[in-house]
């Protein structure tokens, strides 16, 4: 393990990649990344983190934010319980660590939304604290490198996984080397075809030796993620447009959207949003044209949304499974913090509009 340390912590030196999070030693920013990243690719959360950072600079800033700047400026990057759990943990921070980002891995996995490996990653990048973290680049690098062929969900493999990082994190530069080892998975020991070649840990990896490091590590088939059909409206009273928001937990907690919802088995499009709309907003619905279908996967669902513009509607509002509605301006609905499927129908609207020579979208 002493040579294995050393020959990462050698690598990462000379092949680390100049990320924003790798300029600081802020425990919040660092806290901030390693939550947005778990998901998510480098490049997609670089912007994002620069911008939330802009916005939100520190502790006391998010935990004093509203809710809808917050998941404003998460929108687009998914898994908004992050959003949500960030700013609750901002919050408990301030109430009962004086503001400051505790430098302890078990303080830290007290907080909303810090599990093992944030807590790790924050405890050893930003306080040098000898903390593991294994992470799926990690995962994949140690079971390799240790020759791991059992299925790396099982408990007990976790726990070795988890048992050789510790190993690893009991030396010099605690932070450098978690890092080295996430980095190694990203650059190096790719899930498909690993650069074994280019390796700093080859003479001592045991799936390289064997030659079938791309097979490793072994997982579990995902099952096949559930087709969901949905239906949404863009329904305008007064010149105004409806808009919902979910409730704050669950999927899509806290965002806005069209309403409508989930169509039940072999359910009419049309028939399936009229329905939704008296039962989850009150309202009744007479006439609806069909606009087309947005498509998006969720991590278990792939949903399909068909999307219909609504005669101007009867009845009052009353919610069930939305906790709060707003009559808008059209154009305004983008600028509500709203996921990614809300976005690809507000832009199917407006093109269909566009095509139409229609301004009702
Ligand atoms: Fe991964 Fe190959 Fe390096 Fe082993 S030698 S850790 S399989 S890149």
Redesign the pocket.
């Known amino acids: 393990m002493k040579q294995v340390r050393r020959a990462l912590l050698k690598w990462y030196r000379a092949n680390r990649r100049d990320l924003p999070w790798r300029q600081t030693r802020d425990p919040y920013a660092i806290w901030v990344s390693e939550t947005m990243l778990q998901q998510t690719r480098v490049e997609t959360v670089v912007p994002y983190y620069e911008r939330f950072l802009e916005r939100f600079p520190d502790v006391q800033a998010l935990a004093s934010a509203d809710m809808d700047d917050v998941l404003g400026a998460w929108a687009g990057l998914g898994y908004y319980s992050r959003a949500r759990n960030l700013k609750a943990a901002a919050r408990e921070i301030t109430d009962t660590h004086g503001g400051r980002v505790p430098d302890d891995a078990e303080d830290l996995r007290a907080l909303p939304g810090i599990g093992r490996y944030t807590a790790g990653a924050v405890a050893s990048i930003a306080f040098d604290r000898p903390e593991p973290v294994v992470d799926g680049n990690v995962a994949?690098?140690l079971s390799?490198?240790l020759g791991i062929r059992e299925d790396i969900k099982r408990p007990q493999v976790n726990k070795r996984l988890w048992e050789a990082a510790a190993t690893l994190a009991r030396g010099p530069h605690p932070g450098n080397l978690n890092q080295a080892l996430m980095e190694?998975g990203a650059l190096?020991?790719t899930p498909a075809e690993?650069?074994?070649l280019a390796?700093?840990?080859?003479v001592h990896?045991d799936?390289?030796r064997r030659g079938d490091?791309a097979s490793?590590p072994k997982k579990q088939r995902k099952p096949a993620a559930r087709r969901v059909e949905a239906a949404a409206g863009w329904v305008l009273r007064r010149g105004k447009v409806l808009a919902v928001r979910r409730p704050p937990t669950g999927l899509l907690g806290g965002l806005w959207e069209l309403p409508g919802g989930d169509l039940e088995q072999r359910e009419d499009p049309a028939a399936g949003l009229v329905r939704n709309l008296r039962e989850r907003v009150g309202l009744s619905v007479a006439r609806t044209d069909y606009a087309g279908a947005v498509e998006h996967l969720f991590s278990h669902r792939r949903l399909r949304l068909h999307l219909f513009r609504c005669d101007p509607p009867r009845g009052r509002t009353r919610l069930d499974g939305f906790d709060a509605h707003r009559w808008l301006a059209p154009g305004s609905l983008c600028e509500l913090p709203h996921g990614a499927v809300t976005r690809k129908a507000l832009a199917l609207l407006a093109g269909t509009a566009a095509s139409a020579g229609s301004d009702r979208a």
Not at 199 to 202: F, H
């Open positions: 994949r690098v390799r490198l190694l190096v020991c690993p650069r074994c390796c700093p840990l080859a990896c799936a390289h490091a490793l």
